[in-house]
Structures are given as C-alpha cells and as structure tokens.
C-alpha cells in the first residue's frame, strides 16, 4: 500500500473584509472595493453542470465553481482539493482517498464521501446522458451502467465512512490521479438537482463546491460569479468578481480589451497579430496547447464509409497553407490525431504527410474515382461548423482545396449548441469540432476512439486499437507504453476517421493588470491563483 498527503500551496491572504452579505440565496465575502476580473470567452456555453458542459467553452467558468477530490493548481497541474491524500493498492487498483473535515456547499451545508458517491453515479447514469463520460470507463461496472447492463449503485466507488472515499478500477490507470482532478468529477450538490433537475444551474438556485458561485447569467452577454465564502481554501482567494463575457466575433474582442473592457481574451484576429507584436508584445501569450482542430467523419453513413472517400478528403487538404498563409497566428499543422506535448509522447509521422501535396491532390482524384465519383458525379458533402469568424475562413479554404480534387462542399454555418446536438446523435457528413486533452497524458486523446466510447463521434471500431489501448495501461515501462500508445495512434489513422487540421496553442491576451497569469500547455490557471492590480 502507498500512501500520498500533502496540501496544495496556499497564496498569500487577502485582508480587509467589511464581513459577510447576502447575495440571492447565498452568503459571499464583500469588500469596500471589491477585487474584479473580466475574462472573454468564445461563446455562451450551453451549460455550467460539470457532469455535461466540461470539456467545452463553459471549462474556464466550471474550474471556478467546482473542485472534486483533485483540481489544477496554478499551473494546471494536479493538486489536493477536497481530499487530504490518498492511498493505491499493491494491484494499482484501488485508490482510497481521505477527505478534509470542514467542506461545505456555497450554501453552507456540510459535504461527506456521500455527495462524491452520488456525483460519480450521476456520471454514469445514462439518464444523465453525460456524453464525456468514456474515460470513466476505468471505474468497474461504468461500462455497463452506460449501457444500461447494470444500475448505478453498482459503481466501483462507495463512501467507507464520513471522510474516504474508494474506487475500484477495472485494470490499472497511470493517468488516474490526474484524471480525478477532472472537471466532470467536480462535485454536485444532490439536495438542489433532486430539487430543481435540470433547472439546478440557474443563478439563485446553483450551489457550488470550488471557490466561486454563480451569481448572474445574462445570455449573450456575461455570466457573473462571486467569492463562496465556504470554500476551503477560500482566505487564498483574491478576487471577489469574475466576469465571463461570450464574444464570437474576434475583432470585437480585441477592441474590448484594447478599450480596457477585458483584461483576458483567449483570440484575437490573425490579420491582427502583426499590429499585436508592434504594439503590445507584452500582452500577447503563446503557448502549445492539449489540443486538436479536426474535422470529424460520419463513417456510420454512406459514402463515407468507404476508406477511399475517407482517405481523399483528408490528402486533399493542404494543411500548411491554412496554418501558415491564412490563419498566421502560430498554430502547427496537424496530420495525426495526438498533439505531441504530451509528456512521454512524441506523437506518429504518417506516409501521407510525406507525400507532395500535388501528388496527394492526384491520388485523391484516383481514390474518388475509384469510389464511383467523378466530374459527372461529383462527390456532394454537407460540411458544418459553428459560427465563428476563424472558423468560417477555414471552412471556406477547405471547401474550395475540395473543390480541386472534384468534391462539392456545401457549408452550413449554426450556434454551437445545435452542432453539439448533431455530432453526438451523428446528423451530419462531416463536421467541424475540437478536443482539448482533459489531463498531460497521450491516452487522454486516444481513449476518445475507443469502440465503446460515447465520444467516438466518427463511429471509428477497431479490435485492434483497443486491445492496444488496454494494453497500455497494464505496461509499466514508460518507454514500451508510449510505443504501444504510438501503435494504436497509426492505426486509427489508418483509417481515416477524422481529419485533423491544426494543434492548439494558447493564443491569449492578458492585460498587465492581471497577476499569477501562467503559460502552460496544461490549460488558462483557474481565476483563483489570480489577482489585479488596476493602476
């Protein structure tokens, strides 16, 4: 048995409190002049219940709101939260992690292990309908519970008594102490969602259990959280106001916080990045990121079904011209589907990506034709995307180097909750989506394709891929599971079931009023490591 304790690293106290206030339904720390940040988002996220929105542009707001046992430090990196350490059996799979004895809800009743049981179950319950929910699978009997094989009770997670918590894990995780830390295991309060179901996340009546509750949502145009003065930790926490403002047009964006309206803005346009390093080279923060800009298949539907067609849209496509000539803003080419900053992977090289672009633009001309089109029978495709300036311009030169090879791409531009909808009932021909890896691990990514997997939005299957998978996290040499982790990277896409386009960086602009900012791969510091210093 190991055992690991510890406390994640206190910032310094912020003092000068005039006492406690009611704010709704809540009570929150108060001060003369209270400490505010303003931060840009991309759009109005759909929702702010961890079990559903994490993973999406609603990440940065639900950090502030929820921790679970482990949460990101400063630097995005895996630290205690509600748990004081944990312990892991000899086989690797049990975990037992001890709780702190003084958490509370926002609205001050007392947490125990119960409400991290009820949190986890409600993960897996298919009538949560969680669609991030595959790298759960680790846990015994999430599989089965997601498909409706087992009830919900039967989760390999149980309360021992007040204060620990166990889990069974179905085969060893080397990623699982970061996996915990997860968004989608923040903790959720039971008493409010059987109270409201799925109204629970409206301003008045959300309870959280991270450093801040929601206070206001006003749709489209800013989302209001406020210090919970029953967060544990909550005397580190400098600032008492954040503001998320959702602002899809970019220029728009980048006038706010010209203008002193944001001090946090997460793009910019790339025609402004030459006026951005003239004028304010200090602001500008760029950094790899966990993520992937793709365009997702619907291999379950004919004609994409076959490999041929599969494999002629993404050869077609001249991925340097949109990095380098389009978008200008430092984002990489993206032939496979792993970023390569994970640590211990060096990702895959694909023969494609050898191949001259000339040359793979008439080998996707053969493959179409081989498939049964051709320039009497162009191949007609519905290409959709989510309304966004960048993401315009891109589907517009997508379309057009499709154009070239004989395929008809019809664009459909729409609000992000309706292109959510339709990649995870599969209503589409291809689409456009992203993924930010949720924790510094490759498996993070490729878990994602896994045949069970409720994420594997192309429908990819291969026996294959997920033995290798599997395999990967029974070996314990670093270097033989990352080469396992490699071999099933080559053989998804060998199949082509996605088409990557770029990796991620963080592109952000940060005002020097903001402190604690730090640039990391691992993701924007949670709002509670900041503080301001208005000049």
Known sequence: ??????????????????????????????????????????????????????????????????????????????ALAAATGWTVSEDRKVYTFKLRPDLRWSDGKPIDASDFVYSYRRLVDPKT?????????????????????????????????????????????????????????????????????????????????????????????????????????ADSVKIDEVYFHPTQNLATSLRRFRAGELDIVLNYPSDKLDWILENIPEMLHRVPAFGTYFLVINTTKPPFDDLRVRRALNISLDREAITDKLLRTGVTPAYAWTPTVFDNYDGITLPDQLIPFSDRQALARKLLQEAGFGADNPLRIDLAYDTQQQNRKIMVAIAAM???????????????????????????????????????????????????????????????YDDLLYRSNLATDPDERRQLLQQAESELMSGYPVIPIFYYIGKRLISPEVKGWVDTPRGSPPTRYLWVERG
């Open 1 to 78: 048995m190991t055992e690991y304790s510890g406390r994640p690293a206190r910032r310094r106290q912020r003092i000068g409190y005039l006492g406690f206030f009611a704010v709704s339904l809540w009570l929150t720390v108060a001060a003369a002049d209270p400490m505010v940040l303003h931060r840009g988002t991309a759009a109005t996220p759909w929702s702010l219940d961890p079990t559903m929105a994490a993973g999406t542009m609603a990440s940065p707001i639900i950090t502030d709101m929820y921790v679970g046992l482990m949460a990101r430090d400063g630097e995005s990196r895996p």
């Open 129 to 233: 309908a969680s669609f991030m929910v595959g790298p759960y699978f680790i846990f015994e009997n999430a599989r089965e519970i997601v498909k409706g094989e087992a009830e919900p009770e039967s989760l390999g997670v149980r309360a021992l008594d007040r204060l620990t918590v166990e889990f069974r894990l179905v085969q060893p995780t080397p990623y699982f102490i970061q996996l915990i830390g997860n968004m989608q295991l923040g903790l959720v309060p039971r008493h409010v969602i059987e109270k409201y179901g799925r109204g629970w996340t409206r301003p008045g009546r959300m309870v959280s259990s991270g450093p801040y509750v929601l206070a206001e949502r006003v749709p489209q145009s800013y989302i209001k959280l406020v210090k919970n003065p029953y967060f544990y930790d």
């Open 402 to 464: 499709w154009q070239a090879v004989g395929v008809k791409a019809n664009i459909a531009n729409m609000e992000f909750r309706m292109l959510n909808r339709k990649i995870n009932t599969k209503d589409f021909d291809v689409i456009r989506w992203f993924y930010m890896g949720s924790f510094d691990d490759a498996y993070s990514f490729l878990q994602i394709m896994d045949s069970d997997s409720p994420n594997n939005w192309p429908g990819f299957s291969s026996p294959k």
